[in-house]
C-alpha cells in the first residue's frame, strides 16, 4: 500500500528554519513527481512546492519562492523541504503528496508554527 509519513515539523521563530521530510513507500517512488502543500489558518490549500522523479525540475510558489528548497533522494525514497527565513504566515499543515499537478495519494501532514 502507497504510504507518505511526513516528519520535521515543529516551532520555529520568525527568520529560523525548518526541515521537513516524507518517507514514501509501496509504489516506485523514483517514477513519481512528488509536492508539498500546506493548509495556513483561514486559507485553503496552497501548493507549495513539487519535483519532477529525477530531481532537474522544481515548482514553488509565489510565497515561497527564495525561501524554500525542494529536493528528493530517490535511494531514500524520501523527499524534503527546507523551509527558511520563515514568516509567520508560513504556519500551516504540511502536507505530502505524490504527483506535480495532480495527487492522488497524500500523507497525514506535520504541523509548522512559526512565531515568538
Known amino acids: 500500500q502507497v504510504q507518505l509519513v511526513e516528519s520535521g515539523g515543529g516551532l520555529a521563530q520568525p527568520g529560523g528554519s525548518l526541515r521537513l521530510s516524507c518517507a514514501a513507500s509501496?509504489?516506485?517512488?523514483?517514477?513519481?513527481?512528488m509536492s508539498w502543500l500546506r493548509r495556513a489558518p483561514g486559507k485553503g490549500i496552497e501548493w507549495v512546492s513539487a519535483i519532477d522523479p529525477d530531481g532537474t525540475d522544481t515548482y514553488y510558489a509565489d510565497s515561497v519562492k527564495g525561501r524554500f528548497t525542494i529536493s528528493r533522494d530517490n535511494a531514500k525514497n524520501t523527499v524534503y523541504l527546507q523551509m527558511n527565513r520563515l514568516k509567520p504566515e508560513d504556519t500551516a499543515l504540511y502536507f505530502c503528496?505524490?504527483?506535480?499537478?495532480?495527487?492522488?495519494?497524500w500523507g497525514q501532514g506535520t504541523q509548522a508554527t512559526v512565531s515568538s
Open positions: 509501496g509504489f516506485t517512488f523514483r517514477v513519481y513527481a
Open positions: 503528496a505524490r504527483g506535480w499537478n495532480t495527487h492522488d495519494y
